[in-house]
């Protein structure tokens, strides 16, 4: 009897700890988060314009940063960039690179002006406590990829996209690329 009396008190405070106990006098702030608390933290955390996750680019060493992108003006590396950002990236960066609750946007001025040099070093290195995971095992060609892909996705200074495959009737139903 004496192990219940002891226990029933305790209960409450858990319970109360964890959101459980509803009409209680103690401030909200004592415990664990209320779920207005935790909704707030998850819409500050959307990465919109958070200049702490593109403050990660400026990190690169001016050796990395001075990197050309041997494939800058390669149309294929294009097309071969964007397979390897549907495949990695999309997950978290959204299927154009807008963005989304898992990671920023590449659409946004600091990651279109970054040197490509700075975008390979980020995807060789990572950024882990934020969730960017290293991708150094992809071969250097890929991350060059990568970063051509991303960079042509910032309009009219960027690099032509790639010419979309089209499957036309006339062809027998293979894909065929058309040019512009």
């Known amino acids: 009897m004496?192990?219940?009396e002891v226990l029933a008190p305790l209960a409450a405070f858990a319970a109360f700890l964890s959101g459980a106990v509803a009409g209680s006098t103690l401030p909200a702030t004592f415990g664990a988060a209320t779920s207005s608390q935790k909704n707030e933290k998850a819409l500050k955390y959307k990465y919109q314009d958070d200049a702490l996750v593109y403050a990660e680019l400026a990190k690169a060493p001016e050796k990395a940063r001075a990197k050309r992108?041997?494939?800058a003006s390669d149309r294929d590396a294009v097309a071969a960039g964007a397979n390897?950002?549907?495949q990695h990236c999309a997950e978290c960066h959204g299927e154009v690179g807008e963005g989304s609750r898992k990671g920023p946007s590449l659409l946004?001025?600091?990651v279109q002006s970054?040197?490509?040099g700075s975008l390979f070093w980020l995807l060789t290195n990572g950024?882990?406590?934020r969730g960017m995971p290293v991708w150094s095992k992809l071969p250097e060609?890929?991350?060059w990829q990568l970063v051509t892909y991303i960079k042509s996705l910032g309009g009219p200074a960027a690099p032509?996209?790639?010419?979309?495959?089209?499957?036309s009737p006339s062809s027998g139903g293979q894909t065929k690329i058309s040019q512009p």
């Open 160 to 167: 032509a996209a790639a010419p979309a495959a089209q499957i």
């Open 2 to 4: 004496r192990t219940r």
């Open 69 to 71: 992108n041997p494939l």
């Open 108 to 110: 946004k001025e600091p």
């Open 114 to 116: 970054a040197a490509p």
């Open 141 to 143: 060609p890929q991350r």
């Open 127 to 129: 950024v882990v406590r």
């Open 84 to 86: 390897l950002f549907d």
